[in-house]
């Protein structure tokens, strides 16, 4: 009993290449194929979908020369918005104000649509019963 394989290919009776060590495992004339696939290169290497045209591409010093201008830009913005009275801590606090607005907003949908589930309704529905308007 011969417990070494060999490496080297077989030829089966009708001259295919067998590419199992002892040449037993496939049938006689059987080949060991590549995966069929509609791509022409199976094993291509990866190609990210994500490509940045040629033409897109720009020098740092373009990207800075854009960035110091948008800069330029927001801060005739700003000082446009400083001259008709706002005033940035007052901004904040709207912000602010804004943001738990929204809080409660959500937490009010989120109670609206566990009524509907309840009683087995839409929380349309439910806008008309509570005298709610869509747009709220």
Do not use: W
Request: a negative charge; one cysteine or more; proline letters at 4%.
């Amino acid at each position: 009993m011969n417990t070494e394989q060999s490496a080297e290919p077989h030829y089966s009776n009708s001259k295919c290449l067998i590419s199992t060590p002892e040449g037993k495992d496939l049938k006689n004339g059987a080949v060991k194929r590549t995966p069929s696939s509609k791509f022409k290169r199976v094993h291509s290497n990866f190609k990210s979908p994500l490509q940045v045209p040629e033409s897109a591409k720009v020098s740092p010093a373009e990207e800075v020369a854009e960035l110091e201008g948008r800069r330029e830009q927001l801060d005739a913005e700003i000082a446009q918005l400083e001259v008709e009275g706002c005033r940035v801590e007052e901004l904040e606090h709207h912000i602010d104000m804004l943001h738990e607005y929204n809080d409660i907003k959500d937490i009010g949908q989120s109670l609206l649509g566990r009524i509907a589930a309840v009683r087995g309704t839409t929380t349309r529905d439910l806008y008309s019963h509570f005298g709610l308007e869509l747009d709220d």
